[in-house]
T-cell receptor
Framework: AQKVTQAQTEISVVEKEDVTLDCVYE???????LFWYKQPPSGELVFLIR??????QNEISGRYSWNFQKSTSSFNFTITASQVVDSAVYFCALYEGGSGNTGKLIFGQGTTLQVKP | DTGVSQDPRHKITKRGQNVTFRCDPISEHNRLYWYRQTLGQGPEFLTYFQNEAQLEKSRLLSDRFSAERPKGSFSTLEIQRTEQGDSAMYLCASSLAFKGTSGNKNTQYFGPGTRLTVL
């Protein structure tokens, strides 16, 4: 069965600290996609990144970086030099892209990040 | 290119009333999704359309819920005889379904949501 686990419920850091959000997923599909979304207090889910199951190349984009490891079924997200505007709930999500894919995203329960000035 | 829009943003209703929400996807997107999010939880899938066809419905979508996408553009989600347990944020998302891997195709972009409160 598909499942996404974000074990960290809440994280609080002081501005300029680095912070890593953990995500572990379960799927039987060999073709799948993993996503991170940000949900600020306004409520709208903002797409951050997508990774395909066959692309384990990690990426850095500005202050954001992602670490995808199929061997441990993890897709972790790091914010370097955090800022107050990074305060939000972050969701990891799984999309199974095989021939029988259902089109739906499976979300984790989210990690609330609070960045204090 | 405008994003996904939803209307209304907030809805307060009394138990037993019917409510209808509207979602306008990104114009070239052929897939449209509805999710429900309760406080402190991640969004949960309700249903999705590819063009006009409703391809999957979650078990969460009871008989009181119905969704339509009549012309393959906007969609409506109706809840009949609302219950207090229906209080949640209803999120709409759209994507361009594509079998390739390039770019952000198959990525779902979300609207601002409709927050429903059933008294």
């Amino acid at each position: 069965a598909q499942k996404v686990t974000q074990a960290q419920t809440e994280i609080s850091v002081v501005e300029k600290e680095d912070v890593t959000l953990d995500c572990v997923y379960e799927t039987r599909d060999t073709t799948y996609y993993l996503f991170w979304y940000k949900q600020p207090p306004s409520g709208e889910l903002v797409f951050l990144i997508r990774r395909n199951s066959f692309d384990e190349q990690n990426e850095i984009s500005g202050r954001y970086s992602w670490n995808f490891q199929k061997s441990t079924s993890s897709f972790n997200f790091t914010i370097t030099a955090s800022q107050v505007v990074d305060s939000a709930v972050y969701f990891c999500a799984l999309y199974e892209g095989g021939s029988g894919n259902t089109g739906k995203l499976i979300f984790g329960q989210g990690t609330t990040l609070q960045v204090k000035p | 290119d405008t994003g996904v829009s939803q209307d209304p943003r907030h809805k307060i209703t009394k138990r037993g009333q019917n409510v209808t929400f509207r979602c306008d996807p990104i114009s070239e997107h052929n897939r449209l999704y509805w999710y429900r999010q309760t406080l402190g939880q991640g969004p949960e899938f309700l249903t999705y359309f590819q063009n006009e066809a409703q391809l999957e419905k979650s078990r969460l979508l009871s008989d009181r819920f119905s969704a339509e996408r009549p012309k393959g553009s906007f969609s409506t989600l109706e809840i009949q005889r609302t219950e207090q347990g229906d209080s949640a944020m209803y999120l709409c998302a759209s994507s361009l379904a594509f079998k390739g891997t390039s770019g952000n195709k198959n990525t779902q972009y979300f609207g601002p949501g409709t927050r429903l409160t059933v008294l």
